[in-house]
T-cell receptor, first 114, second 116 residues
């Protein structure tokens, strides 16, 4: 069965420092991977996706993600964190066994401290 | 640009009551989804629809029903509310062609439901 894991419930980063939010996946076949962000009392917003091609994917708000096939990872990164980046981040993978519906990680709370 | 609109934003139900969560999108998306979000659990798919007149069960459909009579609307019905249905419910939509699974989902702002 397809699955996705976000091993950290919370990540704390000082403003201006680089940030990484981790995601690992397990799929049969080629992975379709996504990152979404959720601000308080709001719905999720799409950040970026990996379907094929370059392993480094660039997305909204200065975020990027690195696809690593050998480590089955898709970590979200940003070179310099902003306080406004504080939010809940979700990784998701397409489930080829369930009509290509998304399987979601449990989410990682990112806290950026001034 | 309304996007995906969900109503109501909050609701408190007594056990056994019924209600309908409304969802409408104005982007002419063919796919629509209902998810529930519980703390530390990510999102669980309740039902989805690939177009008007077509619906299918997701991962956690028990206790819920849906209909899709138009492209724009996708209401979620709770017939006999139970405390286990206390959650935040999100509606989402996307435009997907049969050979493409790349389209991002557009989410509403959610309905926070408490069943007591």
């Amino acid at each position: 069965a397809q699955s996705v894991a976000q091993p950290e419930d919370q990540v704390n980063v000082a403003e201006g420092n680089p940030l990484t939010v981790k995601c690992t996946y397990s799929v049969s076949g080629n992975p379709y991977l996504f990152w979404y962000v959720q601000y308080p009392n709001r719905g999720l917003q799409f950040l970026l996706k990996y379907i094929t091609g370059d392993n480094l994917v660039k997305g909204s708000y200065g975020f990027e993600a690195e696809f690593n096939k050998s480590q089955t990872s898709f970590h979200l990164k940003k070179p310099s964190a902003l306080v406004s980046d504080s939010a809940l981040y979700f990784c998701a993978v397409r489930d080829m066994d369930s009509n290509y519906q998304l399987i979601w990680g449990a989410g990682t709370k990112l806290i950026i401290k001034p | 640009n309304a996007g995906v609109t969900q109503t109501p934003k909050f609701r408190i139900l007594k056990i056994g009551q019924s209600m309908t969560l409304q969802c409408a999108q104005d982007m002419n998306h063919n796919y629509m989804y209902w998810y529930r979000q519980d703390p530390g659990m990510g999102l669980k798919l309740i039902y989805y629809s690939v177009g008007a007149g077509i619906t299918d069960k997701g991962e956690v459909p028990n206790g819920y029903n849906v209909s899709r009579s138009t492209t724009e609307d996708f209401p979620l019905r709770l017939e006999l509310a139970a405390p286990s249905q206390t959650s935040v419910y999100f509606c989402a939509s996307s435009y997907s062609q049969s050979s493409s699974y790349n389209s991002p989902l557009h989410f509403g702002n959610g309905t926070r439901l408490t069943v007591t």
